[in-house]
C-alpha cells in the first residue's frame, strides 16, 4: 500500500520540551510520507484503507546513531574495563574474525534480524576493515528493510598487526572501490567514511579520506573526545591540532560541506563544541556505553539547549544492548547524575527531551525524520504494552514514559519504514 492509515494511540514530538498524544487517531500516509495525525479523518482520506492497531501505542521510528555491528557479538561482555583496554582486549580481537566470511555471515544476520524487531528504523553503523563482510553486512541490512549508513573502516597506525590494514595507500585503494561498488547499489543502505578515531589514522590517511568524501559526496562517522586517555594520545599524535576536533577538522572531516557524526563528545572543550556548532556536526550521545566504558557522561542537556545536533546512540557493543527505549532511560538517568556530581548549572533532560533526541534529534541526520508532522518521512514504531499491567487509569503519554522504563524491544508489534511495514 502507498497511501493508508495507522489507527493508534499516536505521539510524538513537536519540539524538545513537548510530545502530542492522540489518543485513538489516525496517522495518514502518502506515498511514504505523514499527511498528518487527525482525532477526526478528513474526508479526502476516508476511502483509503486502515491499519487499526486497537489500544497499542504509535511512535516514530527511532535513530540509531553510533552501532558497532562486529562488536553485536559480544555485547554484555567486558564491561568492567576502560575504553582503549576494552578495545584491545575484546574489540580488535573480534573484529579480525571478520576475515572469515562464514563468521561474518552468522555474526551479521542475528545483528540485523535483531535490529528489525528493535524500535530502530534508522541507523549509522560502523563494519570492519574488511571490504567482502562489510558488503555482506549492507546486504544483510538491506534485506531487513531499514535505512542506514555503513562504514567501512580505515585504521593504518596503533592497530594490532592481525587487523592493521596492509598500507595506507592499499586501504584508501580499497576504500575507492568500495564506494565505487556501493554508492549506488542499495536502495536502502548507503556507504559512510569511516576513520576509526584520530589514534589509528594516519594524517595521510585522512588527507585522502577528504578527497574520496568530496569526489563521491558521501557523509563521515567517527568518535571524539570519548575518554581522558584517548585525548591525551591523540596531543601527542597530533601536537599540532588546536583540540581533538581540529584532528578531524584540518583535514575536512568535521561537518561543513561534508555532512558528520561524532560519538560521545565527552569531554569537548569550549572551542570543540564552538565548531560543531557552527559546521553542523551531528553529536551521537551514547549513555550506557560512556558508563560501561568508564568514559563519563556527556553533556546532553547542554548540547540542546545551546542547539548543536545531538542524537542518541546504543554504541553496541560499548553499550550492552541494541534497545532505542532503553537509550532513552539511560539518557536521562546519566544526566541526573551529571546534574548531582558534575554540573548543577544545568539540569537533567527529561523524558520529553530524550525522546526527542531519540527521533526527532537523529532523525535529522536522515532528512525529515523522526516525527509524524506532515511532510515528514513515516517511520513508525507499533508498541504492545499490555503485558504491563497497572491497577490505575494512565493516558497514553503515561503509557508511553512507564513502556521505556519497564519494556524492551520484545513488545514491539510492528515497524513501518517510510511507509513500507518491514515488521
Not at 502507498?2 to 513537536?14: P, R
Not at 589514534?199 to 563521515?220: F, H, I, N, R, W
Request: aromatic share 10%; charged share 25%; net charge negative.
Amino acid at each position: 500500500m502507498k497511501d493508508f492509515i495507522i489507527k493508534g494511540h499516536i505521539l510524538y514530538s513537536l519540539d524538545p520540551n513537548t510530545i502530542k498524544s492522540c489518543p485513538d487517531s489516525c496517522l495518514v500516509c502518502l506515498d511514504g510520507v505523514s499527511g498528518g495525525v487527525f482525532s477526526q479523518l478528513p474526508e479526502q482520506y476516508r476511502d483509503l484503507p486502515v491499519v487499526d492497531f486497537g489500544d497499542k501505542l504509535v511512535f516514530p521510528g527511532m535513530s540509531d546513531l553510533h552501532m558497532h555491528a562486529p562488536q553485536f557479538s559480544f555485547r554484555g561482555l567486558g564491561m568492567d574495563l576502560e575504553l582503549l583496554e576494552w578495545l584491545s582486549t575484546y574489540t580488535f580481537p573480534e573484529e579480525a574474525k571478520y576475515q572469515d566470511l562464514a563468521y561474518a555471515e552468522r555474526a551479521y544476520h542475528s545483528y540485523a534480524d535483531h535490529l528489525k524487531h528493535s524500535a530502530t528504523t534508522r541507523a549509522s553503523v560502523f563494519a570492519t576493515v574488511h571490504v567482502p563482510a562489510t558488503e555482506l553486512l549492507m546486504d544483510e541490512l538491506e534485506r531487513v528493510g531499514l535505512k542506514t549508513y555503513v562504514g567501512k573502516v580505515n585504521m593504518d597506525r596503533n592497530t594490532p598487526a592481525y587487523l592493521a590494514e596492509k598500507s595506507t595507500a592499499q586501504s584508501l585503494a580499497d576504500t575507492e572501490a568500495w564506494l565505487c561498488e556501493t554508492k549506488d547499489k542499495y536502495e536502502h543502505t548507503k556507504p559512510i567514511l569511516t576513520p576509526r578515531f584520530t589514534p589509528t589514522c594516519s594524517d595521510e590517511l585522512m588527507e585522502g579520506l577528504q578527497l574520496l568524501a568530496e569526489k563521491y559526496d558521501v557523509p563521515v562517522q567517527s568518535h571524539l573526545s570519548e575518554s581522558l586517555a584517548e585525548i591525551e594520545l591523540v596531543k601527542k599524535l597530533c601536537p599540532w591540532a588546536k583540540n581533538y576536533g581540529d584532528a578531524y577538522d584540518r583535514f575536512g572531516l568535521f561537518g561543513g560541506k561534508t555532512k558528520c557524526i561524532m560519538a560521545h563528545c565527552v569531554y569537548s572543550d569550549e572551542a570543540e563544541v564552538a565548531r560543531m556548532k557552527e559546521n553542523g556536526v551531528f553529536i551521537a550521545h551514547s549513555p550506557e556505553s560512556n558508563m560501561n566504558v568508564i568514559a563519563g557522561i556527556a553533556p546532553a542537556k547542554r548540547y540542546l539547549e545551546e542547539g548543536l545536533n545531538i542524537g542518541l546512540a546504543t554504541d553496541v557493543a560499548g553499550g550492552s544492548h541494541e534497545s532505542m527505549l532503553r537509550a532513552i532511560m539511560h539518557a536521562v538517568q546519566a544526566s541526573k547524575l551529571r546534574w548531582r556530581l558534575v554540573d548543577d548549572s544545568v539540569s537533567p533532560l527529561s523524558f520529553q527531551e530524550a525522546f526527542y533526541l531519540a527521533t526527532v534529534g537523529g532523525g535529522r541526520f536522515f532528512g525529515k525524520v523522526g516525527s509524524f508532522e506532515e511532510g515528514y518521512d513515516l517511520d513508525a514504531v507499533v508498541l504492545e504494552d499490555s503485558g504491563l499491567d497497572h491497577p490505575q487509569e494512565l493516558t497514553a503519554l503515561q503509557r508511553l514514559e512507564r513502556a521505556v522504563y519497564l519494556s524492551d524491544d520484545r513488545h514491539i508489534f510492528a515497524k513501518f519504514v517510510r511507509g513500507k511495514r518491514v515488521l
